[in-house]
């Protein structure tokens, strides 16, 4: 499928898929981003502000593919929504812990961790999907994106593995991380209201499918390290591909765009 | 192909020539396989070019200069530059030139022929010893990771190899 052949309903649809992936990427960029200088340590620093910087990118292509669509200028696109027009889930918006980047952050490095490897976990098995989709410049997309990607999952995957086994403290961190990431995982793994006609268009993969997907990886690396899977992720805080947030998504839009917003014409 | 087109599309492969990356001075844009097609009619020249990374900060910068410099070729008046992902770039599009000059800089290239998923096969660009380490996949930009060279004590970076995933 191109621009040209796709009918209204999937339009609207592929639209709405679009968001999804680009908010994902999006939020959890700036989140990561936010720890620019306060990772532990500076091998790190320079690795994560990478991958925040990858993932911005990846943002982009999807926002870029959005303005193609007709939605308005892809950094328009980006910058100048109101929060209930956001289609990440809602786990990826949350703050990185108590304090901002400028004042006191204590921010928990457990809760990164895993929300970041939780999340290259889906992000991958969505691009296996996406790379097969049958609207060609989604899986054109996707393809360049999986190449970079690879490596984001290995590195969070280090870090998941090791901190799980290593000290009683880190551990202790890590299970209550995987337990609040938890409460509203299923938001990611999910494809929101227009479900039906985005698998029906074959523009990614069923959501039942890949959850499986990442219910039994995720499940056997825990096994792995000596953890108990427990049970399917939910949706405590609502289902951000509605447009249902929290606080934290207006915290982060607005820093977001106050750069932006002080000229939008300029290049960012 | 004409002669005069033909020609002219000489004239503005010797421009692109020109291109460096704004991150790696001493590479060119057709060093690093970036150039998909050149496709000139008249005076005018349509370039599809493949970005490394996605997320690549330089790439409006690389789009301004390859602008700049077909723009001052003879008989050409505009140059359009389109980024496109298919097919995509991988480091095994990275020339035989290009693989020196890389190494020049004191970047190592990457493994020719890498299969995503498989051990790196690098060689210190100092020495040429294969006793290496890696110390952190990600460097200072998103293509480049730094390895430590065990044999004559230095650290380098190499060139993140990128491969197809089919
Ligand atoms: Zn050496």
């Known amino acids: 499928m191109t621009q040209e052949t796709l009918k209204p309903q999937e339009k609207k649809a592929l639209i709405e898929l679009l968001y999804q992936l680009a908010d994902d990427d999006f939020l959890l960029a700036f989140r990561g981003s ?54 990440n889930a809602i786990i990826l918006e949350e703050v990185n812990g108590p304090g901002t980047y400028l004042k006191e952050p204590d921010y928990d490095w457990a809760f990164t961790v895993v929300r970041n490897y939780f999340y290259a976990v889906h992000k991958h098995i969505r691009l296996d999907s996406l790379r097969h989709s049958s609207y060609e410049p989604l899986a054109e997309a996707a393809r360049k994106i999986m190449t970079e990607q690879y490596y984001h999952l290995m590195h969070w995957e280090i870090w998941f593995k090791q901190l799980m086994t290593s000290t009683d403290e880190a551990t202790l961190r890590m299970t209550a991380a995987i337990q609040k990431v938890w409460k509203d995982f299923g938001g990611v793994l999910t494809l929101g209201p227009y479900y039906e006609d985005i698998v029906k268009a074959n523009f990614i993969d069923d959501e039942n499918v890949m959850k499986k997907r990442w219910n039994n990886k995720i499940e056997a690396v825990l096994k792995e390290v000596g953890a108990s899977y427990p049970g399917e992720p939910r949706m405590e805080r609502g289902n951000g591909r509605n447009g249902v947030h929290t606080e934290d998504l207006k915290q982060a839009t607005s820093t977001l765009s106050e750069v932006y917003a002080t000229n939008p014409a300029t290049g960012w | 192909m004409s002669e005069l087109k033909s020609s002219m599309t000489e004239s503005v492969m010797d421009a692109l020539g020109d291109v460096k990356d704004p991150e790696i001075a001493s590479v060119s844009i057709l060093d690093l396989g970036m150039v998909h097609e050149v496709d000139v009619t008249d005076d005018k020249v349509r370039i599809s070019v493949l970005p490394t990374f996605s997320g690549c900060p330089a790439l409006h910068i690389i789009e301004r200069d390859i602008k700049k410099a077909v723009e001052n070729v003879e008989g050409i008046t ?16 990275i020339t035989p030139e290009g693989r020196e000059r890389l190494k020049e800089f004191g970047i190592s290239p990457p493994p020719a022929n890498h299969v995503m998923g498989e051990p790196w096969e690098i060689d210190c660009p100092y020495c040429g010893s294969t006793y290496v380490t890696m110390e952190n996949i990600f460097g200072p930009t998103a293509c480049r990771s730094i390895l430590y060279c065990k044999s004559c004590k230095n650290p380098f970076e190499a060139m993140k190899p990128v491969a197809d995933m089919g």
């Not at chain 1, 994560?48 to 959005?66: E, R, T």
């Open chain 1, 34 to 87: 936010e720890w620019l200088g306060l990772a532990p340590h500076i091998e790190e620093d320079v690795a994560f502000s990478s991958i925040s910087q990858d993932m911005m990118g990846h943002a982009n292509l999807y926002y870029n593919l959005l303005e193609i669509l007709g939605e308005g200028e892809a950094d328009r696109i980006a910058h100048l929504r109101s929060p209930n027009q956001f289609r």
């Open chain 2, 78 to 93: 505009s140059a359009e530059v389109k980024f496109v992902f298919t097919p995509s770039w991988t480091t095994d599009r």
